[in-house]
């Protein structure tokens, strides 16, 4: 079963606008981390960020997670048509020693030229 | 490139088929993990493992699946009698056991049974 839902299921943005989407998740996490899959393809890590930290960054990435409200965001600054693909957050549960990864629905983004 | 690599990466099969697939790891990772991603979902975990031992099953994974890793290198997954619900893509990622807890994917195999 998915771990969490993802908010929104698809964006449609502009080439240079920023895109956000969001995370919930329902139990404890270790860390929480983003990827990206281009349309049947395989996933690509994006940024991985603890559960003792609250932002991070990379490139034009920003992530923040919220424990107390189980949520996460993933920002995409000035985005490019490259950035056109599905974007997952994946939880890493307490206690768990094998790292398994329990992905979110997705969302589907669109960056247009 | 990941470094993951994943044969074949289409299957077309006939309901009751065997099927058989297989995932390269990054040769210095000794985590190997199994998904299976349906259309418009996220993966979900199937099995996973710690050099040649397999230590996690999903309740997905019913009987007629099966997975190795003979001598902790390349895994195979197995699925016998397929059935239409079986059609998937089925990922495959390695990590390397210390952190970061990064997984790196294979590009999949997307299996069809007809």
């Known amino acids: 079963s998915q771990q969490g839902e993802e908010d929104p299921q698809a964006l449609s943005i502009q080439e240079g606008e920023n895109a956000t989407m969001n995370c919930s998740y329902k139990t404890s996490i270790n860390n929480l981390q983003w990827y990206r899959q281009n349309s049947g393809r395989g996933l690509v890590h994006l940024i991985l960020?603890?559960?003792?930290?609250r932002e991070k960054h990379s490139g034009r990435l920003r992530v923040t997670l919220d424990t107390s409200k189980k949520s996460s965001s993933l920002l995409i600054t000035a985005s490019r048509a490259a950035d056109t693909a599905s974007y997952f957050c994946?939880?890493?549960?307490?206690?768990?020693?094998?790292?398994?990864?329990?992905f979110g629905t997705g969302t589907r983004l669109l960056v247009s030229p | 490139d990941t470094g993951v690599s994943q044969d074949p990466r289409h299957k077309i099969t006939k309901r009751g088929q065997n099927v058989t697939f297989r995932c390269d790891p990054i040769?210095?990772?000794?985590?190997l993990y199994w998904y299976r991603q349906t259309l418009g979902q996220g993966p979900e975990f199937l099995t996973y493992f710690q050099n040649e031992a397999q230590l996690e099953k999903s309740r997905l994974l019913s009987d007629r699946f099966s997975a190795e890793r003979p001598k902790g290198s390349f895994s195979t997954l197995e699925i016998q009698r397929t059935e239409q619900g079986d059609s998937a893509m089925y990922l495959c990622?390695?990590?390397?056991?210390?952190?970061?807890?990064?997984?790196?994917f294979g590009a999949g195999t997307r299996l069809s049974v007809l």
């Open positions: 994946a939880t890493v549960l307490m206690n768990t020693g094998f790292q398994k990864l329990v």
């Open positions: 990622a390695s990590r390397q056991g210390q952190a970061p807890d990064i997984q790196y």
């Open positions: 960020i603890r559960s003792n930290e």
């Open positions: 040769s210095e990772h000794n985590r």
